[in-house]
C-alpha cells in the first residue's frame, strides 16, 4: 500500500501536466502517456550511449521534452478553433501521439527495454517495509515539482498570467498579457514533467513503444476522476486511483486490479459529471 | 417568393453529376471481385468494406450527435465472439450458415449497447469521450480475465468451405450487402425527423430539450442503431479471420481509425465517412503488405490525419462540396444585407 | 378567474445564495404578463425553474390546476409553454427552416420518427408562414447562423410557435436590439396575444414592458413585491425604492417625475438642463486643438468580409466621445481595432501623433490607451485585489504599482472592503466598478468603454455613468460605446453615429441628441407607451 502511495506520487505529477494543459489550453493531451515513453527512451539513450546517470539525465531530458511542449502547441493546438475544440483535441493530439510510437517502434523495435541504475533495485528498511529506492527518489521528485508548480502558478507573476488567460482570454490579452506566449509554456511545462515520469516510470517497470495506451487510459482515468483543470484533484485521484489498484492486486488477483479502476472511474463519473474536484460550470470566456 | 419556391431548396444535391458518380461507385463496388481476383487485393477490398460499414455506422451516433464515442470496438470486438459462441453452441458451420447469425450478432450488440450507453450517456462531451473510452478498456481487460470468452487465447470460428482465390469473395459480398443497407440506413435517419432531432442535440442539446425532444430516447437509440451494423460487421470479419482474442476484438486504434476516417471524409455526411475509410484503410493494408512494418504506417496515419485536421478542419467532402459550391456562386455572391432592412423590409404587410 | 400558471412559494438556492426567496406568481389566461425586477432579483431563475432547466427546493408550480414542479424540460414544453432565452439560442448549423422543423414533433413513437422524413409538407408550410408572420421569411434557407442578433431572436420565436404552444415565456426580448425592431417584437407579441396565447415576458426595457403588459409583476431578492395593473406599480413607492434606492437620487418634483424616472432611462443625479449645457462648453473647448485619436479611412472586418468602410473618427482630448448606431453597426469592431485586437485592412489610426494601427494590443496598452470590454471582463476566480492588481501587469514598477493601488481604492472603496472575494461573485454593477479600478492602475490617457451600462437596472446604471464623468473630470479622455444612445449622448461632448459600418453623423453630444434623423431610429425606447 505504501508503494500505492509513491507510485501514486509520480502518477500526480504526470496527471499534473496533463491537466494543466487542460486548464490553459481547454485541450486534452492524449500524447501524454507515450510522450512519457518518449522520456523514458530519452533517459534510456542518454544512459546506455551516452554513460549520464538516469538523475543528471534529467537535466537534459527535461528542457528537451519542454521544447517539444512548445513545439506541438505551435503547430497543432493553436490551430485549433474553439468550436468543439475539446473534442478536436483528442483527435489530434491521438494522431501526434501516433505519430511518437511510430517514429520510437521505427528506432527501437518492440522489445521492452528497463532503465537500470545503481539505486534501482536497492530499498531503504523503513517502519517495517522495505521502500524500494527508485520510488522515495521518484516520489521525492514528484512532491518538489508539485510544489514548484503550485508555488508558480500562485505565487509568480507569470502564473497569474497563466490563471487569467484561462479564465478570459480577452481581457488578458487587453491587460497586456502576451496569451499566446502563456499558453505555449504552459504547455511546455506540461510536457516536461513528463521527462521525469518517464525516467522513474523506465525505471520501475518494463517498456516499449506500445506502453503508451496503457499509460495514457489510466492518466485520463485520473486527471477525470480528480476532475478536469484541477491540479489538487489530479493528486487526490492518482494516490486514491493507485492505492485502490494494490490493494485489489493483493487481494483479489493482479490482472483484475485494474479492471477495478476504471470500473470506479466509470461510477464516480455518472453520480458526479465532474470528476471529485472538478468545476461543474462550464467557463466563459 | 411563394411558398413552393422557398419549400424546394437548393438544387444543387440533386445534380445529375452527382448522380452519375454516385452510380459509378456502385458498378465498381459491385463488380470489384469478379474483375480483380487475385486474393491479395479483394482481401483489402473487403477491410475496406468492413471499415466502411464500422466508420458509416459510428457517424450514425457520433457524426450526427457530436458526442465522439471513442470505445465502438466493445461492439465489434461483441459481435465477433457472438457468433464465436453462437456457432458452437447452436452447432452452426462455416460459410453461409454462419452468415445467416450475422444479424443476431447485431442484436446482441445492440443490446450490449444499452448498459453502456445508460452508464456513458449522463455524461456530456469530452466527459463523455472519456467514459467510453474507461468502458473500453474494462471490455478488454474482462475478456481476458473471463472464462467463456477464451481467455488470452481467444475462441475459434468454424472454417468456410470455400477454399483458395474464391475464398474471399462469399464474403466481399455479404460485407457488400452489409454496406448497403447500413449506408441506406444513414441516408434514411438524415433525411428523417429522427435524424434532424440528432443534429438538433449536436448544435444546443438543452435547447432541444426546450422544444421537446426527448434526448435521452433519442441518444440512446441512435448509440444502438450504430452498435447494430459495428456488431454485424464485427461478426463477418472475425469469420474471415477464423479466430478472435482480446487483443484483435478489443484494439484501442480500431476506435480511433473508425474516428478518423469519418473524420477524414467529413463527420455528419453520408460520403464522408465511405471514403475516409476507402482511402485509409486500403493505405493502410497496402502499406503493411509492401513494407510489412508496423511503424511507418503508424507514422503515415499520424501524419496524415494532422495534415487533414489542419487544412481541412471538418474533412475532405465538405471542403470539396465547400470549394464547388464558392466556384459555381462566385458570380452571383453579394455581401450580407444591411440589419436594418432584414428588419424593416418584411415588416410593411 | 382561475390562474394558467401558478407559482407557490418557490425556493431555489445556488450554494449559499438564494435566488428565488418563497417566490409567488400568478398568470392568467390571456393576458400579457410582465416580470420585472432589479438586477439579480430572480427573474431568469424562475423561468429556469418553471421550465424545468432548474431545480426547485421547494415550493409548487401548478398549470392549469395539475403540478409541474421540476417537470423536465420537454415535457414543460409538451404541456404547452414555450420559452425563449436571454442570449438568443438556435441551432446554428441546421438552416432556418430546419430550425423551425425540430420542434414540430410532440409526442410520437421511435420508430415512426425514423422512417418519416423531417417535416412533412403541411409542416414545412406551416413553418413558413410563421417565418412570415416574424418576417424573414427569405433566408428559410440560409444557415442559422449566419443570422445577424435581430434576425435571430425572431428566429427563435417563431421555432416556438410551430407547436403550437399556449404558453410563451420570453426572456428579454427587448435586448440588445434597435428601436425599429423592438416596435416590430412587440406588434408581434400582441398579435399572438390577440390569437389566445398567454405571455410573460421578462424585460428591463421599462417603456416596452408598460407599453404591451396589462399586469406587470415585480419581483426583488427573489420574492414578489407587488403585481398589479401598470400605472399602479409605477407609482408604488416600494417599487421605486427597490429600483432607485434611497431618496437622494429622486429629483425634486416628487409625483410626475417618479413617474418620468420609471419610464425613460434615468439621467445622472445633476439637473437634465444643466447637462445640456455644460458638456457643450467642454465641447466648444475640447475640440480646439489636435484631436487626441484619430481614425482616417478606416476598413476592418473578420475573415473576407468588411465590417469597417472608410471610418473616420476624432476623438477630442479631455472631452467624452460616444459613439451609438444600431445592432450590427460596428460600434465594438472600432474599438476593438483600435486597441489592436483587429488589424485594419486600410486607413490609419493615431494616438497624440503617432501611428498605432497595426500595433499588438499590448504596445497600444504601453502607449495609453486602455479598454474595458462588454460585460464580464474581470477574472472571476482571482480576488478582487489580483484583479485590480493584473491590470499593472506591464507595469513593471513595483513601488508606482501600490501607489496607484492606493489611489485607486480611494475612489472605488469596493477594492478594498471585498478585496479577498472572488471577483466572480460580485453583482454586474459592482463589477463594473472593480474593471474601472483595474483599468486606472495604468493611468491611461484615453478609456475606451464597449457598453458600460449593459445589463444593470437602472439605479446601477447612473452610478456607473456617473463613474464615468468623475474619471472624465480627473482630465483622461474617454471614448464610450453605447446601445442606450439618449443616455450616453447625453453624458458626452461629442456624438458619432455608426451605421452599417460607415460614420453617418458627428457633432457635438447635443447636436447629435437632438438632430431630426437620428430620434426616430437611434436612440434606446422608441416604443410609444400606451398610458401616459
Redesign the interface.
Known amino acids: 500500500m505504501i508503494d500505492g502511495i509513491l507510485t501514486g506520487g509520480v502518477y500526480a505529477l504526470m496527471a499534473a501536466g496533463l491537466t494543466l494543459i487542460f486548464g490553459v489550453m481547454d485541450i ?1 493531451n492524449i500524447a501524454q502517456g507515450v510522450m512519457v515513453i518518449l522520456g523514458s527512451y530519452l533517459s534510456f539513450e542518454l544512459s546506455v550511449h551516452a554513460g549520464i546517470g538516469l538523475l543528471p539525465g534529467l537535466l537534459i531530458t527535461v528542457p528537451v521534452m519542454f521544447c517539444l511542449g512548445v513545439a506541438i502547441e505551435f503547430c ?1 493546438m493553436r ?1 485549433l ?1 474553439d468550436q ?1 475544440r ?3 483535441s ?3 493530439t ?6 511518437i ?3 520510437l ?2 528506432i527501437y523495435g518492440v522489445d521492452y527495454r528497463q532503465l537500470s541504475a545503481s539505486y534501482v533495485n536497492s530499498s531503504v528498511h523503513m517502519l517495517g517495509f522495505y521502500l524500494p529506492d527508485i520510488y522515495l527518489i521518484g516520489f521525492g521528485l514528484a512532491v518538489a515539482l508539485l510544489i514548484g508548480l503550485y508555488y508558480m502558478l500562485y505565487r509568480t ?1 507569470f502564473g ?2 497563466v ?2 488567460s484561462l ?2 482570454r ?9 496569451v499566446n506566449r502563456v499558453r505555449m509554456i504552459s504547455v511546455g511545462i506540461g510536457v516536461a514533467v513528463t521527462a521525469v515520469g518517464g525516467m522513474v516510470y523506465g525505471a520501475t517497470n518494463a517498456f516499449n513503444p506500445n506502453t503508451g ?1 496503457d499509460l495514457i ?1 489510466r492518466l ?2 485520473i486527471v ?1 476522476l480528480g476532475g ?1 483543470g484541477s491540479i489538487a484533484g489530479a493528486m487526490g485521484a492518482a494516490v486514491f486511483i493507485l492505492v485502490i489498484n494494490d490493494v485489489v492486486a493483493v487481494w483479489w ?1 493482479p ?2 486490479a ?2 477495478v479502476y ?2 470506479a ?2 461510477i464516480v ?2 453520480v458526479r ?2 470528476g471529485l474536484f472538478g468545476h461543474a460550470a462550464v467557463r ?1 470566456q | 417568393m411563394t411558398a413552393a419556391a422557398t419549400a424546394a431548396g437548393p438544387a444543387s444535391r440533386r445534380s445529375p453529376a452527382r448522380l452519375g458518380a454516385g452510380a459509378i461507385v456502385c458498378l465498381v463496388l459491385a463488380l470489384f471481385p469478379v474483375v480483380i481476383t487475385d486474393p491479395a487485393s479483394t482481401s483489402i477490398a473487403f477491410y475496406a468494406l468492413v471499415f466502411m460499414v464500422a466508420a458509416s455506422s459510428w457517424n450514425i451516433f457520433s457524426g450526427y450527435t457530436g458526442y465522439l464515442a471513442l470505445g465502438h470496438a466493445v461492439f465489434f470486438g461483441s459481435g465477433g465472439y457472438a457468433l464465436s459462441l453462437l456457432c458452437s453452441h447452436l452447432g452452426v458451420g462455416g460459410g453461409w450458415p454462419s452468415f445467416l447469425l450475422l444479424p443476431l450478432c447485431g442484436v446482441i450488440a445492440a443490446l450490449i449497447a444499452v448498459p453502456v450507453g445508460l452508464v456513458a450517456l449522463r455524461t456530456r462531451r469530452h466527459t463523455f469521450v472519456v467514459v467510453t473510452i474507461a468502458i473500453f478498456f474494462i471490455f478488454q481487460l474482462a475478456a481476458t480475465n473471463v472464462g467463456f470468452t477464451g481467455g488470452t487465447s481467444g475462441l475459434f470460428l468454424p472454417l468456410a468451405p470455400w477454399t483458395g482465390s474464391s475464398f474471399n469473395t462469399p464474403f466481399y459480398y455479404v460485407a457488400l450487402a452489409v454496406l448497403v443497407v447500413t449506408v441506406g440506413c444513414s441516408w434514411f435517419v438524415r433525411r428523417s425527423r429522427f435524424g434532424l432531432q440528432l443534429l438538433a442535440v449536436r448544435d444546443d442539446e438543452d435547447r432541444a430539450l426546450g422544444l421537446g425532444v426527448k434526448t435521452w430516447r433519442l441518444k440512446l437509440s441512435a448509440f444502438m442503431l450504430s452498435a447494430f451494423f459495428v456488431g454485424m460487421i464485427g461478426g463477418l470479419y472475425f469469420d474471415f479471420i477464423g479466430q478472435v482474442y482480446p487483443q484483435t476484438a478489443f484494439d484501442p486504434l480500431f476506435d480511433l481509425s473508425i474516428a478518423l476516417m469519418a473524420f477524414f471524409g467529413g463527420m455528419g455526411t453520408i460520403a464522408g465517412p465511405l471514403l475516409g475509410a476507402a482511402v485509409l484503410e486500403s493505405l493502410q493494408q497496402y502499406v503493411t503488405f509492401t513494407f510489412s512494418n508496423a511503424a511507418i504506417y503508424l507514422i503515415a496515419y499520424g501524419v496524415l490525419f494532422l495534415v487533414v485536421i489542419l487544412l481541412m478542419p471538418r474533412g475532405v467532402v465538405p471542403a470539396v462540396t465547400d470549394y464547388l459550391n464558392r466556384r459555381r456562386t462566385r458570380a452571383t455572391a453579394t455581401g450580407g444585407p444591411p440589419e436594418r432592412l432584414a428588419g424593416v423590409a418584411q415588416v410593411t404587410p | 378567474m382561475t390562474n394558467l400558471i401558478e407559482v407557490s412559494a418557490v425556493v431555489k438556492s445556488y450554494g449559499g445564495i438564494r435566488a428565488l426567496n418563497s417566490c409567488d406568481l400568478e398568470v392568467r389566461e390571456g393576458e400579457i404578463n410582465g416580470l420585472i425586477g432589479p438586477n439579480g432579483s430572480g427573474k431568469t431563475t424562475l423561468f429556469n425553474v418553471i421550465t424545468g432547466y432548474e431545480r426547485a427546493q421547494a415550493g409548487r408550480i401548478a398549470l392549469r390546476g395539475g403540478d409541474i414542479t421540476n417537470s423536465s424540460p420537454d415535457r414543460v414544453f409538451g404541456l404547452g409553454i414555450g420559452r425563449t432565452f436571454q442570449l438568443t439560442r438556435m441551432f446554428p448549423r441546421l438552416t432556418v427552416l430546419e430550425n423551425m422543423l425540430v420542434a414540430t414533433q410532440r409526442q410520437e413513437g421511435w420508430l415512426r420518427s425514423i422512417t418519416r422524413l423531417a417535416g412533412s409538407d403541411s409542416e414545412r408550410s406551416r413553418a413558413l408562414e410563421l417565418l412570415e408572420f416574424v418576417g424573414i421569411t427569405r433566408l428559410a434557407h440560409e444557415p442559422a447562423a449566419n443570422l445577424s442578433y435581430g434576425q435571430r431572436k425572431l428566429l427563435e420565436l417563431a421555432s416556438l410557435l410551430v407547436a403550437d404552444p399556449d404558453i410563451l415565456l420570453l426572456d428579454e426580448p427587448a435586448g440588445g436590439v434597435n428601436p425599429t425592431l423592438i416596435n416590430h417584437l412587440a406588434d408581434r407579441i400582441q398579435e399572438l396575444n390577440a390569437q389566445g396565447k398567454t405571455i410573460l415576458v421578462v424585460e428591463h426595457n421599462m417603456e416596452f414592458v408598460m407599453g404591451i403588459c396589462s399586469r406587470i409583476t415585480v419581483l426583488s431578492q427573489g420574492s414578489t413585491l407587488v403585481a398589479g395593473a401598470p400605472a399602479e406599480v409605477r407609482t408604488n413607492p416600494a417599487v421605486l425604492e427597490a429600483y432607485l434606492g434611497a431618496d437622494e437620487h429622486e429629483p425634486a418634483g416628487g409625483g410626475a417625475a417618479t413617474v418620468a424616472v420609471i419610464s425613460e432611462p434615468p439621467r445622472t443625479s445633476r439637473e437634465p438642463v444643466a447637462a445640456a449645457a455644460a458638456p457643450d462648453a467642454a465641447a466648444a473647448a475640447a475640440s480646439s486643438g489636435e484631436p487626441l485619436l484619430r481614425l482616417a479611412g478606416v476598413c476592418a472586418g473578420y475573415g473576407g468580409a468588411d465590417i469597417l468602410k472608410d471610418v473616420s473618427i476624432e476623438v477630442a482630448r479631455g472631452g467624452i466621445t460616444c459613439v451609438v448606431g444600431p445592432n450590427g453597426a460596428g460600434k465594438s469592431t472600432v474599438m476593438k481595432t483600435i486597441s489592436g485586437l483587429l488589424r485594419p485592412r486600410a486607413g490609419e489610426i493615431r494616438f497624440r501623433g503617432e501611428l498605432v494601427s497595426g500595433l499588438a494590443p499590448k504596445q497600444v496598452l504601453s502607449r495609453g490607451i486602455a479598454q474595458i470590454p462588454q460585460a464580464h471582463s474581470l477574472f472571476p476566480d482571482m480576488t478582487v485585489q489580483e484583479n485590480v492588481e493584473m491590470g499593472a501587469y506591464s507595469v513593471h514598477d513595483g513601488a508606482l504599482t501600490r501607489k496607484r493601488l492606493a489611489a485607486v481604492q480611494e475612489l472605488y472603496p469596493i477594492v478594498r472592503d471585498r478585496a479577498h472575494d472572488k471577483a466572480g461573485s460580485l453583482s454586474g454593477g459592482q463589477q463594473r466598478l472593480v474593471e474601472f479600478a483595474r483599468c486606472l492602475m495604468l493611468d491611461p490617457e484615453l478609456i475606451m468603454l464597449d457598453e458600460p451600462s449593459m445589463g444593470l437596472d437602472p439605479q446601477t446604471r447612473a452610478m456607473v455613468f456617473e463613474m464615468v464623468a468623475e474619471m472624465n473630470r480627473q482630465g483622461r479622455t474617454i471614448l464610450l460605446v453605447e446601445q442606450n444612445a439618449r443616455a450616453g449622448l447625453r453624458l458626452s461632448t461629442h456624438g458619432v453615429v455608426l451605421e452599417n459600418g460607415r460614420v453617418r453623423l458627428t457633432g457635438s453630444g447635443h447636436e447629435v441628441l437632438t438632430h431630426p434623423e437620428i430620434g426616430a431610429l437611434y436612440l434606446g425606447g422608441a416604443v410609444a407607451a400606451a398610458t401616459a
Open positions: 486534452i497543432f490551430r478553433h468543439d475539446t473534442q478536436m483528442i483527435l489530434v491521438y494522431a501526434v501521439a501516433i505519430v510510437e511510430g517514429i517502434t521505427a507573476q497569474r498570467a490563471r487569467a479564465q478570459n480577452t481581457a488578458a490579452d487587453l491587460i497586456g498579457i502576451d495506451y487510459s485520463l482515468a477525470v478536469m488477483s490482472t483484475w485494474p479492471l476504471f470500473v472511474l466509470v463519473l455518472s459529471p465532474q466563459a
